[in-house]
């Protein structure tokens, strides 16, 4: 019982963040990839698979076939056949594992931090129950059922494996589950298996001992690699990167380094050791941290080379989030010992609420959408009405992770429109539009023709390919630090040329219109209010 004792700040906090995640999943719709998964892939070509929606996946059968058929020519992870076979079970089931690994994933980074000891440290398990919501991009589509089986599952392999992979002198039963361990994890995602075999050859390297039992371990790695590098992920590499072989490397390379917030708390902290204990201890300290250094090195360079940022940068910030607080205590070794305790509930109340209000608006979010497509599947026309909270009014502080699908991009709508069996491109109006005709919708404020209600903007119109955004106040999505960015770059308003796509597609008296996307106007224009959008001629 007093051993036990001990740990009682840490089973509270993981039984918050369990009951937290299964509630957010409990309750999120199915989102993104999850629509796709749902049907069986055919043995086409990929664009198929993500618009052109075939059979619903119903029977085993149509699972081994459709696993067959994804591995060759979709992406060939055993993470997407998880999600694939997935689709058999009850919602319910896997909604209740993505839980219990996302919980299983923040105890894993807390051992990797510093073994039991991490988890008898209060402000450490608070700081990584509350962190790990802010650091990792969950806003990337994390919401969806695959993706956590391409991102929570593989993280809480990855972890294990490097945690066995340190180990010495494993008994036979133990290695052979390890090399299961190992090729397993190695088979999950592309993303991960190289900067995990990058971590892994490290270790090897920078410690002699029980190099034959790791060399084997390296070698179930190996294997496992090679059926993740089937035709469907090479083909896909390629894909993604002619698709966006026009933006520069710079672009890529600033963008990412801007999303490391957490590397530049790393190397303060490291610069805080240098000016107090010299620069000895600086490097004594690169050479521990090393595996995890490299492995996220390589991972930044994979999302470089494949032109992908977010979550293609999942693994880099767990290993560069571990040896931050593993650096943390040698930087500042004489915090005192009260205010950790009291830094500790406070944050450990933060994440709760954080994640009350992450279930809050996610519900409101999922009912919405569940309200949406039961409509658009019963409706003849592709254009229904229908009231949907804007990505603009959702809180800064939820990390955008709650979200409309319907307005995250084009490919999100054609999924959707696929979904409900419809050809062209659906318009989600609102309500009070329903018995208007298409010449009385809401006029967009500006020199332009469109009508509809931002972020919907339709016109009769396909000529348009640019738009001048003039913006005012920040809407309740806007970050306090994009809200100061925003206040030195502009000031109170702000104009911004961007780029926009016409889809066309039909009112719902049949009457030919065109739905317009706009890029990304940048963190320091969107999200604000939008006084008004002006043709670019």
Request: glycine share 4%; net charge positive; aromatic share 12%.
């Amino acid at each position: 019982m007093k051993k036990l004792k001990k740990y009682q700040f840490f089973i509270l906090a993981m039984v918050i963040i369990l009951a937290g995640s299964a509630c957010w999943q409990l309750i999120a719709s199915p989102y993104s990839d999850d629509f796709a998964y749902m049907q069986i892939a055919l043995d086409d070509e990929v664009g198929a698979f993500w618009t052109g929606f075939g059979d619903k996946l119903e029977t085993f059968d149509d699972a081994i076939r459709s696993s067959i058929n994804h591995y060759h020519n979709v992406n060939s992870r055993l993470s997407n056949i998880l999600c694939i076979f997935s689709m058999l079970l009850p919602s319910w089931v896997p909604d209740l594992l993505h839980a219990i690994m996302i919980t299983s994933m923040m105890i894993l980074i807390l051992l990797c931090i510093n073994g039991q000891k991490a988890l008898q440290s209060p402000i450490l398990v608070a700081l990584v129950s509350l962190s790990m919501w802010i650091i990792l991009p969950w806003h990337d589509n994390m919401v969806s059922s695959d993706f956590l089986f391409n991102y929570a599952w593989t993280t809480v392999m990855t972890l294990s494996l490097l945690l066995i992979f340190k180990q010495n002198n494993l008994s036979n039963r133990q290695l052979t589950g390890a090399c299961i361990l190992a090729f397993l994890t190695a088979w999950m995602h592309e993303g991960f298996t190289i900067p995990t075999g990058i971590a892994c050859i490290t270790i090897l390297i920078i410690d002699k001992d029980n190099r034959r039992q790791r060399m084997v371990l390296l070698g179930a790695l190996a294997l496992g690699a090679l059926l993740c590098a089937g035709p469907g992920t090479i083909g896909r590499f390629f894909e993604h990167s002619e698709q966006h072989q026009s933006v520069s490397m710079t672009y890529y390379i600033t963008r990412y380094l801007s999303q490391f917030t957490i590397l530049w708390i790393y190397l303060f902290l490291l610069g805080t050791i240098a000016f107090k204990q010299g620069f000895k201890t600086v490097v004594s300290l690169l050479l521990e941290h090393s595996p995890y250094i490299l492995g996220a090195a390589t991972s930044f360079a994979i999302s470089i080379m494949a032109s992908m940022g977010n979550r293609a940068l999942w693994i880099a910030l767990i290993f560069i989030t571990i040896i931050t607080y593993k650096t943390l205590p040698i930087a500042f070794p004489n915090f005192p010992k009260q205010t950790k305790q009291l830094l500790a509930v406070i944050l450990l109340t933060l994440t709760t609420s954080f994640l009350a209000g992450l279930c809050y608006w996610q519900n409101i979010i999922s009912s919405q959408q569940r309200i949406m497509l039961k409509e658009l599947i019963a409706s003849d026309s592709p254009c229904i009405f229908v009231d949907l909270t804007s990505p603009q009014q959702i809180p800064w502080w939820t990390m955008a992770i709650p979200r409309q699908y319907c307005y995250d991009s084009n490919m999100a709508i054609l999924t959707i429109s696929s979904y409900a069996n419809k050809t062209t491109h659906a318009v989600f109006a609102p309500a009070r539009f329903k018995d208007l005709d298409f010449e009385q919708w809401d006029k967009i404020p500006g020199d332009n023709p469109f009508r509809g209600q931002y972020p919907l903007l339709c016109t009769t119109d396909s000529l348009i390919s640019q738009v001048k955004l003039t913006v005012g106040k920040p809407l309740p999505a806007m970050s306090p630090i994009d809200r100061f960015l925003a206040s030195i770059s502009s000031g109170e308003t702000a104009e911004r040329t961007i780029k926009a796509y016409p889809y066309q597609t039909f009112d719902a008296k049949g009457n030919r219109i065109y739905v317009y996307l706009l890029e990304s106007a940048g963190r320091t224009i969107s999200n604000r209010e939008i006084l008004k959008i002006d043709v670019v001629k």
